[in-house]
């Protein structure tokens, strides 16, 4: 199994919602990523938690929470939005977090706050 | 200036010609280097990398590294109108990071 799955795969919240994305992997991986990325730019790091420990906060902002209840799961959170946070977020995974590591990414949930 | 920067595009070369992709980055630090194909409303997947300086060559795909340079190419040769994609260089430092660069978008006319 090669794949990273995300689910929803599309989500419209409101402001006041609150929802999770969910990603999974079964590659053994022992990093995951959460990336955000706007219509026409490059994906932007959020998060990583690496061995199962969040290592890198990117200054993201509290709305955004993220989990990792295991080496295969990892969850994102979402409280009181706002609508510039519409945007596809990625989730990604590593082997580990050498420098050689190459992300293989799950295909997104295209997130709509209105 | 930003730490990795591609050529801006859009870049269109016919069906059959070589496509040249190119990526500057700025931090001496970087040891890994990355393209990964994107195509409209999906995700980033990757399709070459390169670690040491010099060439790589994978199918229709040469990835090319000068580390002196700080400069990373991607050539595709026999290019076909399923390349017309958004190209991400990407480069890794220590930190385990990857850095990407905003994209170069390849259309191949048939």
């Known amino acids: 199994d090669t794949e990273v799955t995300q689910t929803p795969k599309h989500l419209v919240m409101g402001m006041t919602n609150k929802k999770s994305l969910k990603c999974e992997q079964h590659m053994g991986h022992r990093a995951m990523y959460w990336y955000k990325q706007k219509a026409k730019k490059p994906p932007e790091l959020m998060f990583v938690?690496?061995?199962?420990?969040?290592?890198i906060n990117e200054s993201v902002p509290s709305r955004f929470s993220p989990e990792c209840p295991n080496s295969s799961l990892l969850n994102l959170h979402l409280h009181a939005l706002q609508p510039e946070d519409s945007a596809l977020y990625l989730c990604?995974?590593?082997?580990?977090?050498?420098?050689?590591?190459?992300?293989?990414f799950g295909s997104g949930t295209q997130l709509s706050v209105l | 200036q930003k730490e990795v920067e591609q050529n801006s595009g859009p870049l269109s070369v016919p069906e059959g010609a070589i496509a040249s992709l190119n990526c500057t980055y700025s931090d001496r630090g970087s040891q890994s280097f990355f393209w990964y194909r994107q195509y409209s409303g999906k995700s980033p997947e990757l399709i070459m990398f390169?670690?040491?300086?010099g060439d790589k060559e994978d199918g229709r795909f040469t990835a090319q590294l000068n580390k002196a340079s700080q400069y990373v190419s991607l050539l595709i040769r026999d290019s076909q109108p399923s390349d017309s994609a958004t190209y991400l260089c990407a480069a890794n430092t220590n930190a385990g990071k990857s850095t990407f660069g905003d994209g170069t978008t390849l259309t191949v006319k048939p």
């Open positions: 390169i670690y040491s300086n």
């Open positions: 990604a995974s590593s082997q580990g977090r050498s420098t050689n590591e190459k992300l293989f």
């Open positions: 938690y690496s061995y199962e420990k969040l290592s």
